[in-house]
């Protein structure tokens, strides 16, 4: 079975800080990992996924994610956080079974970017 | 209307009622999932559709019947509900296999949600 943990409940930061959200995964074969976003009273954004190719991967408004297979590790990181930032941060991977698209999904980062 | 969109975006019903979430994508996907999302737990994700078909129920009790029309919509018809079931409840959609196969690494687009809250 497939999980995904994310190990920091809230994150806070300095605008214009680094930021980083952890999460470590556990999945049988290639792990497919994806970060999503939620701001307040908002559905999730899709920010960047991971399926093959060079370990670092850039997404949207500037955030990238590492993959570390050794760690089994796939942390969401940017190098100058902005106060807009602040919101909900999921990281997911696919379901190891054949099983399409599903997703199981961590517990949530809140972050928080104070000015 | 692009995107997904999902109604109403709040709802508060008694035990006894019977109400309907709607959801409405206009990406094209040919998949839909609905997930639960709770102040206690993680997203939980609740059915799964390919190509109109349920291919995932996730343990869901009966009280919570889904309903996939088309590609493009997706109802969760609720009844009897309980306090617990109160909530943000989740559309996505995808581009999705037909029946479900391997080597699929679509991201998922979600709706704004629901929130439901069970008197």
């Known amino acids: 079975a497939q999980s995904v943990a994310q190990p920091e409940d809230q994150v806070n930061v300095a605008e214009g800080n680094p930021l980083t959200v952890k999460c470590t995964y556990s999945v049988s074969g290639n792990p497919y990992l994806f970060w999503y976003v939620q701001y307040p009273n908002r559905g999730l954004q899709f920010l960047l996924k991971?399926?093959?190719?060079?370990?670092l991967v850039k997404g949207s408004y500037g955030f990238e994610a590492e993959f570390n297979k050794s760690q089994t590790s796939f942390h969401l990181k940017k190098p100058s956080a902005l106060v807009s930032d602040s919101a909900l941060y999921f990281c997911a991977v696919r379901h190891s079974r054949n099983a399409g698209n599903m997703l199981t999904f961590g517990g949530g980062t809140r972050l928080m970017v104070k000015p | 209307e692009t995107g997904v969109t999902q109604t109403p975006r709040h709802l508060v019903m008694g035990m006894t009622n019977k109400k309907s979430l709607k959801c409405e994508q206009h990406?094209?996907?040919?998949?839909m999932y609905w997930y639960k999302q709770s102040a206690k737990k993680p997203l939980e994700l609740m059915f799964v559709y390919n190509f109109k078909e349920q291919t995932e129920n996730n343990s869901v009790p009966s009280r919570f019947s889904p309903e996939c029309p088309n590609s493009s919509h997706l109802f969760l018809h609720l009844h009897t509900l309980q306090p617990e079931d109160s909530a943000l409840y989740l559309c996505a959609s995808s581009q999705g296999p037909a029946g479900g196969l391997a080597d699929s690494y679509n991201e998922q687009f979600f709706g704004p949600g629901t929130r439901l809250t069970v008197l």
């Open positions: 991971y399926i093959t190719g060079d370990n």
């Open positions: 990406l094209g996907h040919n998949a």
